[in-house]
């Protein structure tokens, strides 16, 4: 994928223990200061493109998207025609459909999560005309916002008459409710890896449990056997 904006990850190199010295606070702070993603990949005719977003409850997703087709005339990616769009399909960690519309060659989606976890979006080109495509490939330029970064606090100020004081106090507050939201969300992952970690100690506890007791009744059947044996051949 090409990427109009990425964070890089940090190289875990030997001699270097940076990465545990790194508080969880500041990898939460981060992701709320970046949480939206920039950027665009190529798709053919019907090919499906999925991501996969983690996502807190109760909060706001806003997705918007442009479609660019390439011109074998001119060798560049050009706006695409008002006959192409696109089909977005957004599914909760439940895999229940949270969105499915046919949209244009530009849009903006939006959806509310209820459910904490990871989200999937899902996008491919709603045409089945061969023309539009003409052997080419469509770039789709992907821009996902999350949280307090779907407000528009410009539009807020003018319309709620703020002072920028004012208006930078409501952003705090937003920011703090969206870590609260990082948090929790956090907190219940633990809880389902803690979970699944007594799930899995417990069948282990019980497989062996049943190794033993079938070691045990095989040691005992043949003892027996080699019993009935003996006394078969009047060795005993």
Known sequence: FGRERSIKPVANSSGSNLGERWHPIFILIFSCIYPAVGLYFHIGETEKKCFIEEIPDETMVIGKYRTQLWDKQTNAYLPSTPGLGMHVEIKDPDTKLILSRQYGSDGRFTFTSHTPGEHQICLHSNSTKMALFAGGKLRVHLDIQVGEHTNNYPEIAAKDKLTELQLRVRQLLDQVEQ??????????????????????????????????????????????HLKSFFEAKKLV
């Open 179 to 224: 870590i609260q939201k990082e948090q929790n969300y956090q907190r219940y992952r633990e809880e389902r890896f803690r979970m699944t970690s007594e799930s899995t100690n417990q069948r282990v506890l019980w497989w062996s449990i049943a190794q033993t007791l079938i070691l045990i009744v095989t040691g005992i059947w043949q003892m027996k």
